[in-house]
C-alpha cells in the first residue's frame, strides 16, 4: 500500500472524523489496514452503540440453527406466556420475532427521549419494552427503534435456549470468532453509564437488573472484532472451516424486508441494507460493519461518542474502498 496515500487518509481521519478510535480494512479476507487513533490501542474496547444490534440478529439466526427457536414468524407472546395482556391491547398479541427484527411493531410511546428516563430506571427491561409495545399503531409500518425496542429480542434468546445472552453469546459467537467480551456492565447510577459511555477499556455487554442484556446498545467491542464478525458474514456465517451460523440466516437477514421511506434506507434483519451491494451495523457516533459482498471488501469503525457525526458510509464510498478495492 502507498504509504502516501496511507498518510492522506489519516490525515483526513484527523481533520474530518476526529472521533474515529480505530479502524480496520479486510479485503479478500486479509487484513489490509489497521490503526488506531484518540489514544486508542487494539486492546481498547468501546461502546458500538447499535452495532449491537446486529450481534442480536446473528445471535437469532444460531438459536434457530440450534432449534430453540422454530421461526422468526411466532408470536412474540408465545416466549412470554406469563404476561399478561392489558385488557383492549390486541396488536401486541399479533406481533412477531420478524416485526421486531425488520423494525416493523408498533409502540405506543410518542418521545422517546421521555421513555428513555423510565427506561433506565426500571429494573425489567424486557418487561418495559413489552408494556410499550402494540397500541394503535400497524403492525409491518416501519418504525426504527434504537433504544427501547431490541430488549425483547433478547429476552426471547434467554426464553428460547436457557442461557443468558451472554453466556449463549460468548460459547456460540464470540469464542468461536477469538473475540473476548469480558462481563456482564450493571449500572448503579447514572454516573456509571456516563463513564461507560466514554470509557476505552472496558470489554463488556451491559445488562438490567434482571441479568438480560441489552439487544440494541451496550456490547463494547474493537475494530478488530468488529471486523471478524463483518467477514464471517462475507464469508455466508463460516469462520476457520466451521459454520457457526447459517449462510441461508445471513443471506435472508442481510436483503430488504422494511424500508424507513422518510430516508430511504433499507432494513433487513437488524442490519442496514445496500441493495446489490452489501450491508451495514451502525451504531450511533459513528460506529460501523460495513461489508460490500461485491468487492469482497470489510470496513469496521469504533468511535468515541460525538453527536451528529460526519457520515460514515459516505466516508468509506468516498475515501476507504477507492484505495483498498484493487487490494491484491
Known amino acids: 500500500m502507498n504509504q502516501e496515500i496511507v498518510t492522506e487518509l489519516e490525515k483526513k481521519i484527523n481533520k474530518d472524523y476526529s472521533n474515529i478510535a480505530g479502524m480496520v480494512v479486510l479485503k479478500d479476507g486479509k487484513t489490509r489496514y489497521e490503526n488506531y487513533f ?17 450481534m442480536i440478529s446473528i445471535l437469532i439466526g444460531i438459536a434457530m440453527d440450534k432449534g430453540y427457536i422454530k421461526s422468526i414468524n411466532q408470536k412474540v407472546l408465545d416466549f412470554f406466556p406469563d404476561y399478561i395482556v ?30 428513555y ?3 433506565f430506571m426500571s429494573d425489567d427491561w424486557v418487561k418495559f419494552t413489552f408494556d410499550l409495545l402494540g397500541g394503535k399503531g400497524q403492525i409491518g409500518k416501519f418504525r426504527y427503534t434504537p433504544l427501547v425496542g431490541p430488549d425483547i429480542l433478547s429476552g426471547i434468546l434467554v426464553k428460547a435456549t436457557g442461557q443468558s445472552v451472554f453466556d449463549f453469546a460468548t460459547e456460540n459467537l464470540f469464542s468461536p470468532l477469538g ?34 442484556n441489552t439487544g440494541g446498545w451496550g456490547l463494547t467491542l474493537s475494530p478488530v472484532d468488529m471486523a471478524r464478525i463483518g467477514q464471517l ?28 421511506e422518510k430516508f430511504n434506507l433499507s432494513y433487513g434483519y437488524l442490519w442496514w441494507v445496500e441493495n446489490g451491494n452489501g450491508y451495514a ?25 460525538v453527536p451528529k457525526v460526519k457520515d460514515r458510509m459516505e466516508f468509506i464510498k468516498k475515501y476507504i474502498e477507492p484505495i483498498f478495492e484493487n487490494c491484491v
Open 281 to 305: 451495523a451502525m451504531g450511533d457516533g459513528g460506529n460501523m460493519i460495513y461489508v460490500n459482498t461485491k468487492k469482497k471488501i470489510v470496513v469496521s469503525i469504533v468511535s468515541l461518542f
Open 38 to 54: 484518540n489514544e486508542c490501542t487494539a486492546a481498547s474496547r468501546i461502546h458500538v452503540y447499535s452495532v449491537t444490534k446486529s
Open 179 to 212: 473475540i473476548t467480551v469480558e462481563s456482564n456492565v450493571i449500572f448503579h447510577s447514572a454516573k456509571e453509564q456516563r463513564a461507560f459511555n466514554k470509557s476505552k477499556s472496558i470489554s463488556g455487554w451491559v445488562a438490567d437488573a434482571a441479568g438480560v
Open 233 to 260: 458474514c462475507l464469508d455466508g456465517g463460516m469462520w476457520n472451516g466451521k459454520q457457526i451460523v447459517s449462510a441461508r440466516w445471513i443471506d435472508e437477514g442481510t436483503k430488504e424486508h422494511s424500508r424507513w
Open 117 to 119: 428516563i423510565k427506561y
Open 86 to 115: 392489558k385488557r383492549r391491547e390486541k396488536t401486541i398479541q399479533n406481533v412477531t420475532l420478524k416485526d421486531l427484527l425488520t423494525m416493523t411493531a408498533p409502540y405506543k410511546y410518542k418521545f422517546a427521549p421521555y421513555t
